[in-house]
């Protein structure tokens, strides 16, 4: 049966307090004339949890794969409202206060924010290192990266229409599920804003961890964002190794009276082709995001793909690898018709080698990428 607000409650062994949160729920939904329903996703409680919701009148569903994000998928799924109010069973999110997040949805927003550093922290409702270090640098790297705009990204009452949510197409079953909503939110445009909220001293023992938790945070975004992970510093190490190699192609280089010679032109070589493919690594990464439905193409990949095909990739590569191959046949011809007397080239050849190497590496990545495109062209 359809209603307006589904409240839904992910739940492992809440006891203490599933009871609170569906009163207030229930209270909020008489206090604003709001036809609702409470729905508590299960993610395998063993105490009284499930008892206690059923018998405070909460639709409950049960979602045996264990994981955050796996009960909230759940409960969404199962819930039956135009609008979903989200928040822990722990009570430390006020549902009281739920009729505000409804409002705004009303007014045409498809995700409110709850957020508690620009709200109310009470005493020992969370620790000065998530609240000053952790939190505030999490969700500055989620901003540096997705543009979300957010203040507090972890915030885990939010809002937003049942629509939205279908258009986002999370995926992740464990604690990236909050940040996947938001990255997603973003990345399709949403229509998005924040409501300071009071947050309150959790009751029951913590399921948090926080350095595995902050790891796997900075992890998913950065599997997320190729850009940042793979291509920024791929071009960053490819351009610094092609410039080393120019400049020191043609002898020793000097700068502020410090000489570079060919050791540092090894150096250059080694960056370079790392730098080259880490490059190909990401493009890899946001090739198989895109074609795979984990993310949405941008100009960038747009561009790459209407002037990339295999024969294009195929010729670039070989033309590159043919060059540098030209270049050390030239070097051995000059080498035995000396002899086989001292050979001085070691610049050259290092050059002509790098070619060779990233020239081949362009030939069968050219393959792999077009094997990965297939789906996006068709």
Not at 115 to 126: D, V
Not at 142 to 161: E, I, K, P
Not at 203 to 214: E, I, N, P, Q, V
Not at 328 to 336: D, H, Q, R, T, V
């Amino acid at each position: 049966m359809a209603v307006e607000v589904s409240v839904v409650m992910p739940c492992l062994n809440e006891e203490e307090t599933i009871g609170i949160c569906i009163d207030k729920t229930r209270q909020a939904f008489e206090k604003h004339n709001i036809d609702g329903e409470a729905v508590v996703a299960d993610n395998g409680s063993t105490d009284n949890s499930v008892k206690i919701a059923i018998s405070k009148g909460a639709k409950v569903v049960y979602q045996p794969e264990r994981g955050y994000g796996s009960a909230y998928q759940k409960g969404i799924e199962e819930a039956n409202g135009k609008y979903i109010i989200i928040g822990d069973s722990d009570d430390t999110y006020d549902f009281s206060e739920l009729g505000r997040f409804v409002e705004l949805l009303r007014r045409g927003y498809e995700l409110v924010m709850g957020t508690r550093l620009k709200g109310k922290i009470l005493p020992g409702a969370m620790p000065w290192s998530h609240r000053y270090i952790g939190n505030p640098i999490l969700t500055g790297i989620l901003n540096l990266f997705f543009h979300t705009g957010v203040s507090d990204a972890y915030c885990g009452m939010r809002g937003f229409t049942k629509e939205a949510y279908k258009r986002m197409q999370i995926r992740t079953t464990g604690m990236e599920f909050a940040l996947e909503m938001v990255i997603r939110a973003s990345k399709i445009r949403l229509k998005i804003t924040e409501i300071p909220i009071t947050y309150y001293p959790r009751k029951g023992k913590s399921k948090l961890r926080s350095f595995s938790d902050a790891w796997r945070t900075i992890r998913f975004m950065l599997l997320y964002c190729p850009f940042y992970l793979f291509l920024l510093p791929g071009f960053s190490l490819f351009s610094f190794g092609m410039l080393l190699l120019f400049l020191l192609l043609p002898g020793p280089f000097f700068l502020f009276g410090h000489g570079f010679d060919v050791h540092m032109m090894v150096f250059g070589t080694l960056c370079a082709i790392l730098g080259f493919q880490i490059i190909t690594l990401g493009l890899y990464a946001k090739t198989y995001a895109v074609t795979s439905g984990l993310d949405e193409s941008n100009r960038t990949l747009e561009t790459f793909w209407r002037y990339f095909n295999l024969e294009k990739g195929l010729l670039l590569g070989f033309t590159v690898f043919f060059a540098g191959f030209a270049m050390n046949f030239y070097i051995l011809s000059k080498w035995i018709a000396g002899g086989f007397g001292e050979l001085r080239a070691v610049r050259p050849i290092v050059f002509a080698s790098t070619l060779m190497v990233i020239g081949a590496q362009v030939f069968f990545s050219s393959f792999f990428l077009s094997i990965l495109g297939v789906k996006k062209k068709s």
